[in-house]
């Protein structure tokens, strides 16, 4: 049973525009969400978070929203550039700071 | 940012026979790691979660005779395959937290891709 879904494998956008990255989630017990770029043969790399609480977190070029009553939250990057692509993993973090993943979407910002 | 290594980065090895990878925490004290695993084109799966000093915690499903882990130190952690066969290739990847810090801290290894023939 997965408990944090990430239903688009892969997104392409072009330089300049938003990025929108979904994930959802049937766990109500998670207590922070986090978001993690990863490139090929290499660990995750924290990115931004948002706390169960909160419906919004930015930083930067980044914004994650939490629609609670949904279980659904997303990832914009705006304005996307090249350097952005990469694979995006959602993940629900839990007591004990254990995390639970969803299986990462691919995105392509092409120049 | 803090940094977390892994050794080796790549191993084959033959069924039957056993691997050790390291991970070690390189400017910080990880009074706990955690070890995942990762199938092409899948999610990382949290195979257990060690403390510094005490036994492992393992993961529903993960056999913790066939993957042990052992975390002597507040700096290294490693998990050996025992026994190892061709369905235990994957990628292994470790992350370590210490003691204080903000939830979001816990820091990833660049992972160990294993391959059993």
């Known amino acids: 049973d997965q408990q944090v879904k990430q239903n688009s494998p892969s997104l392409s956008v072009q330089e300049g525009r938003i990025s929108i990255l979904n994930c959802d989630y049937t766990?109500?017990?998670?207590?922070?969400f986090l978001w993690y770029k990863k490139y090929p043969a290499e660990g995750p790399t924290f990115l931004i978070s948002i706390s169960s609480i909160k419906d919004k977190n930015e930083d930067g070029r980044f914004t994650v929203f939490l629609n609670k009553s949904a279980k659904h939250l997303s990832l914009h990057i705006v304005p996307s550039q090249p350097g952005d692509s990469a694979v995006y993993f959602c993940a629900g973090q839990s007591s004990n700071y254990k995390l639970t993943f969803g299986k990462g979407t691919l995105l392509t910002v092409n120049p | 940012g803090a940094v977390v290594s892994q050794h080796p980065s790549w191993v084959i090895c033959k069924s039957g026979t056993s691997v050790k990878i390291e991970c070690r925490s390189l400017?910080?004290?990880?009074?706990?790691m955690f070890w995942y695993r990762q199938f092409p084109k899948q999610s990382l799966m949290l195979m257990a979660t060690s403390n510094e000093g005490s036994k492992a915690t393992y993961e529903q499903g993960v056999e913790k005779d066939k993957f042990l882990i052992n975390h002597a130190s507040l700096t290294l952690s490693t998990l050996t395959v025992t026994s190892a066969h061709p369905e235990d290739s994957s990628f292994y990847i470790c992350s370590a937290r210490g003691n204080a810090g903000f939830y979001y801290e816990q820091y990833f290894g660049p992972g160990t891709r294993l391959t059993v023939t």
């Open positions: 766990n109500s017990m998670f207590d922070y």
């Open positions: 400017d910080f004290q990880a009074t706990t």
